[in-house]
């Protein structure tokens, strides 16, 4: 849209040395893109705020285009910006059913009691896919030693993860259940 405003709009401006109507494209692009990045921020681990820098720019885009003059182009740029817009915001919530999280529970318990087995099977329990874990021995030698796993998990909901880590608090040899989600990603 600003590359069609620059190159065949404000036909009606004369031309020279000093004169180029396409750099009224370009500055807006630019001015109005700095404005957009101010609305995104990160949170978390996620960043929020793109569809709305996105949206910011496309405005910009449409109303330099217009003031071009280049009204079918204006035209079809809305429809297209609109139909994306409305159909992101319906189709949301089945990328979020869809989509999975990435988590880590780690838990610290005495050894001894046959604990790994039952908490694996509580993990599989759940809708839940275990990517891989990690086995960490404080004592080395000792059998009644401390042990630190991570379980590396991948997950539909978080609740999931909380219904787990409640599950585990329960059993005596366990001395501490953490739960961290480092990120998001779709499935």
């Not at 915001?89 to 039952?118: F, M, N």
């Amino acid at each position: 849209m600003f590359t069609v405003a620059g190159a065949y709009g404000f036909s009606d401006l004369p031309r020279g040395p000093n004169v180029d109507p396409a750099r009224l494209a370009a500055q807006v692009a630019s001015g109005v893109g700095f404005l957009g990045a101010g609305a995104i921020m990160r949170q978390g681990p996620g960043i929020r705020g793109l569809t709305t820098a996105a949206t910011i720019w496309l405005a910009a885009a449409i109303g330099v285009t217009c003031g071009a003059g280049a009204y079918p182009a204006v035209a079809v740029s809305t429809v297209v910006v609109l139909l994306v817009l409305v159909g992101m915001r319906l189709v949301k919530p089945l990328i979020a059913r869809y989509s999975v999280i990435q988590t880590v529970i780690e838990l610290d318990y005495r050894r001894g009691h046959g604990t790994l087995g039952p908490v694996l099977r509580a993990i599989n329990g759940l809708q839940t896919r275990l990517e891989h874990f990690e086995i960490d021995d404080d004592d080395e030698g000792v059998a009644d030693g401390l042990r630190h796993v991570s379980l590396y998990l991948n997950v539909h909901s978080i609740d999931d993860v909380y219904a787990a880590a409640d599950e585990l608090r329960g059993r005596p040899e366990i001395s501490s259940v953490r739960g961290l989600t480092p990120g998001r990603r779709a499935a």
